[in-house]
């Protein structure tokens, strides 16, 4: 495949003053990923009971669990919005955040060949709020719509001691053929990695963003993209991609492995098969990252470690299979290749160290 220039965004000229002296990390942010995969660790060592009979575990560990259901396999998964609810409320615009939250949720399901059923979410809440509420409601209804899933249900906690605002989550379903599990077992030297565009931010590292932002001492309302005249917290908002249009793919195309790109950036790839996965074509990033990497100094390879950088989802298949693939989904690109050996990079550029 032949070498492409490392591409660059225009962002929004940040006067020097504003820039940060020292190198912004998502460990200095405060949340330390290694030391989360420890505490996960340890976490799942401990668990080690499973359920005998109808319900049996057929995964775990990767994006999402998929327990026996007879003749298929349900899959769950679990997970939140993150901090991006800090910029919600610093804004004070709540109608997205649900289609987050449903999202991150789905997007696992759909990164191992699972088909979203149904969903269920939590909010625990300082104090209840109707308006807030009813904006949160009508996220939840549209990340539904675009992800074909019914919310079943869900729980809300009043928790004055212990949540200050309020913190969203939730849980899909969805069913898998026990056969039709895609792990990334199948993937080979020679494979190539197609990559689906993000729609921005996501809902990951906005723990790094919003210490680039505030600390350089702009506010959430300061305009962000003067063409579209969308502020920081506009941009910051913008709802998680759901990659519903991958659903169904699995019966048409031949795909050895699939990833979601969230929090710990192309690190995600790790889930998969230990190999060398090599992103050689990358996504242009948008603004927004070039923008927070020039605020907050942060390195080109803590970039990747931390955020989806323009790419949100990816497929890993034979060259052949990607494509016929592409003639389909012409938004898409081959953005590398897998190699014999071990490490993810992006160019010669090695992230995982």
Same mark, same amino acid.
């Given at each position: 495949?032949?070498?492409?220039?490392?591409?660059?965004?225009?962002?929004?000229?940040?006067?020097?003053?504003?820039?940060?002296?020292?190198?912004?990390?998502?460990?200095?942010?405060?949340?330390?990923?290694?030391?989360?995969?420890?505490?996960?660790?340890?976490?799942?060592?401990?668990?080690?009971?499973?359920?005998?009979? &109808?319900? @049996?575990?057929?995964?775990?560990?990767?994006?999402?669990? #998929?327990?026996? *259901?007879?003749?298929? /396999?349900? %899959? +769950?998964?679990?997970?939140?919005?993150?901090?991006?609810?800090?910029?919600?409320?610093?804004?004070?615009?709540?109608?997205?955040?649900?289609?987050?939250?449903?999202?991150?949720?789905?997007?696992?399901?759909?990164?191992?060949?699972?088909?979203?059923?149904?969903?269920?979410?939590?909010?625990?809440?300082?104090?209840?709020?109707?308006?807030?509420?009813?904006?949160?409601?009508?996220?939840?209804?549209?990340?539904?719509?675009?992800?074909?899933?019914? &919310?079943? @249900?869900?729980?809300?906690?009043?928790?004055?001691?212990? #949540?200050?605002? *309020?913190?969203?989550? /939730?849980? %899909? +379903?969805?069913?898998?053929?026990?056969?039709?599990?895609?792990?990334?077992?199948?993937?080979?030297?020679?494979?190539?990695?197609?990559?689906?565009?993000?729609?921005?931010?996501?809902?990951?590292?906005?723990?790094?963003?919003?210490?680039?932002?505030?600390?350089?001492?702009?506010?959430?309302?300061?305009?962000?993209?003067?063409?579209?005249?969308?502020?920081?917290?506009?941009?910051?908002?913008?709802?998680?991609?759901?990659?519903?249009?991958?659903?169904?793919?699995?019966?048409?195309?031949?795909?050895?492995?699939?990833?979601?790109?969230?929090?710990?950036?192309?690190?995600?790839?790790?889930?998969?098969?230990?190999?060398?996965?090599?992103?050689?074509?990358?996504?242009?990033?948008?603004?927004?990252?070039?923008?927070?990497?020039?605020?907050?100094?942060?390195?080109?390879?803590?970039?990747?470690?931390?955020?989806?950088?323009?790419?949100?989802?990816?497929?890993?298949?034979?060259?052949?299979?990607?494509?016929?693939?592409?003639?389909?989904?012409?938004?898409?690109?081959?953005?590398?290749?897998?190699?014999?050996?071990?490490?993810?990079?992006?160019?010669?550029?090695?992230?995982?160290?």
């Amino acid at each position: 495949m032949p070498e492409t220039k490392m591409p660059e965004a225009e962002a929004p000229k940040v006067p020097e003053t504003r820039k940060s002296k020292k190198k912004l990390t998502y460990s200095s942010a405060g949340v330390d990923i290694y030391e989360e995969e420890k505490a996960i660790k340890s976490l799942a060592s401990r668990i080690k009971f499973k359920r005998k009979g &109808l319900g @049996g575990v057929l995964l775990s560990g990767h994006y999402a669990g #998929v327990i026996d *259901f007879g003749e298929v /396999g349900i %899959a +769950i998964t679990t997970d939140g919005v993150g901090s991006k609810i800090l910029v919600a409320e610093k804004v004070g615009k709540f109608d997205t955040v649900g289609i987050d939250c449903v999202a991150m949720n789905v997007n696992d399901l759909i990164a191992i060949g699972a088909e979203p059923l149904a969903f269920v979410d939590y909010i625990a809440i300082e104090k209840p709020d109707p308006e807030i509420m009813a904006q949160i409601a009508v996220g939840l209804e549209e990340g539904c719509k675009m992800a074909n899933i019914s &919310l079943v @249900g869900g729980e809300t906690a009043t928790l004055p001691e212990i #949540v200050k605002g *309020f913190d969203l989550a /939730g849980t %899909a +379903i969805g069913w898998v053929k026990k056969d039709g599990m895609i792990t990334g077992e199948k993937i080979k030297e020679g494979d190539v990695i197609v990559g689906f565009p993000s729609s921005g931010i996501h809902s990951n590292g906005l723990t790094l963003a919003r210490k680039a932002v505030e600390e350089a001492g702009y506010s959430y309302s300061d305009e962000f993209d003067g063409k579209t005249g969308k502020t920081i917290g506009e941009e910051f908002l913008t709802p998680t991609r759901i990659y519903s249009e991958v659903v169904g793919l699995w019966n048409r195309f031949e795909i050895h492995g699939m990833a979601h790109i969230t929090g710990s950036g192309l690190l995600k790839l790790k889930r998969l098969k230990d190999l060398k996965y090599v992103i050689d074509n990358p996504f242009k990033p948008q603004k927004i990252f070039r923008f927070i990497q020039e605020l907050g100094n942060v390195d080109e390879d803590e970039m990747y470690r931390t955020f989806n950088m323009g790419m949100g989802f990816a497929l890993i298949m034979e060259e052949d299979e990607a494509k016929k693939l592409l003639k389909e989904k012409p938004e898409c690109r081959i953005v590398g290749r897998v190699e014999d050996g071990e490490g993810i990079f992006v160019k010669d550029l090695r992230i995982d160290v």
